[in-house]
C-alpha cells in the first residue's frame, strides 16, 4: 500500500495569506496525485489532478506542484471559503487508491 | 447536469448485512467506472470498492474483501454496494464517486451514514 503523509495537521492563517500543503509518498507516484478539499458535512470536492492540473471550475489561487514522491498545494491569498481539510490521493498504485490523512486549514 | 445519490444508511447490529445503492444521472453511465469510498466520523477517507464502467470488474479493498459487493445496473443507472457480516469498524459515511477516466473523481454523492453498533 501506498502511504501519503500529509503536513502539517492543522495550518493556522488569517485570510489573505498563502497556505502551502505537503504530501509526501511512501512510493513513486510519476505526477499521480490529485488534491480534494472537504468542508464539514460535505463530500470532497476535487481541485487538482495530475498533481499540477485545475480541476473545473477551481480558482486559479489554487496550484499544485511536485512529481515522484513529494507534491505541494499551494492557497495563494486564502478567501473565506478557502478554510477546510484537504486531502491528497494516489492513483499509481490503482485499484488500490489511498489518501492522505489531511490538512486542516483553519482561521488564526 | 450530473447527479450522484446515496441511499440505504442506517444502524445495524454486528453481524448483519446492509445493501447501498448510487443512483446517477446526467452522463453515460455505461461510459464511467463507479467507486464506493467511506470517511469513520471525524476521520480520513478510505477507498472501499471500484466497478468497471461496463460492470464486468470489480475491486475491493483488503478490509472489505469476501464481506462487500459491488455491481452495476446500467438498467437502472444504480451502483450498489453490498455490505455482510458488519463489524463496528465499518461505521462510516459512504460515499460513491465517478471515476473521471483517470481514476480521480469529479463527482461525488453528499454520502450515507452507516451505523454498526450493538
Known amino acids: 500500500e501506498i502511504v501519503l503523509t500529509q503536513s502539517p495537521a492543522t495550518l493556522s492563517l488569517s485570510p489573505g495569506e498563502r497556505a502551502t500543503l505537503s504530501c509526501r509518498a511512501s512510493?513513486?507516484?510519476?505526477?499521480?496525485l490529485a488534491w480534494y478539499q472537504q468542508k464539514p458535512g460535505q463530500a470532497p470536492r476535487l481541485l487538482i489532478y495530475?498533481?499540477?492540473k485545475r480541476a473545473t471550475g477551481t480558482p486559479p489561487r489554487f496550484s499544485g506542484s511536485g512529481s515522484g514522491t513529494d507534491f505541494t498545494l499551494t492557497i495563494s491569498n486564502l478567501e473565506p471559503e478557502d478554510f477546510a481539510v484537504y486531502y491528497c490521493?494516489?492513483?499509481?498504485?490503482?485499484?488500490?487508491?489511498?489518501f492522505g490523512g489531511g490538512t486542516k486549514v483553519e482561521i488564526k | 447536469e450530473v447527479q450522484v445519490l446515496e441511499s440505504g444508511g442506517g444502524l445495524v447490529q454486528p453481524g448483519e448485512s446492509l445493501t447501498l445503492s448510487c443512483a446517477v444521472s446526467?452522463?453515460?453511465?455505461?461510459?464511467?467506472?463507479i467507486t464506493w469510498f467511506r470517511q469513520p466520523p471525524g476521520k480520513g477517507l478510505e477507498w472501499v470498492s471500484t466497478?468497471?464502467?461496463?460492470?464486468?470488474?470489480?475491486y475491493h479493498a483488503d478490509s472489505v474483501q469476501g464481506r462487500f459487493t459491488v455491481s452495476k445496473d446500467t438498467s437502472k443507472n444504480t451502483v450498489y454496494l453490498q455490505m455482510e457480516t458488519l463489524r463496528v469498524e465499518d461505521t462510516a459515511v459512504y460515499y460513491c464517486?465517478?471515476?473521471?477516466?483517470?481514476?480521480?473523481?469529479?463527482?461525488w454523492g453528499p454520502g450515507t451514514l452507516v451505523t454498526v453498533s450493538s
Open positions: 512510493e513513486y507516484l510519476t505526477n499521480y
Open positions: 495530475d498533481a499540477f
Open positions: 466497478v468497471s464502467a461496463t460492470g464486468t470488474k470489480t
Open positions: 464517486a465517478r471515476d473521471d477516466g483517470l481514476s480521480y473523481f469529479d463527482y
Open positions: 490521493q494516489q492513483r499509481a498504485n490503482w485499484p488500490r487508491l489511498t
Open positions: 446526467g452522463f453515460p453511465f455505461i461510459n464511467f467506472a
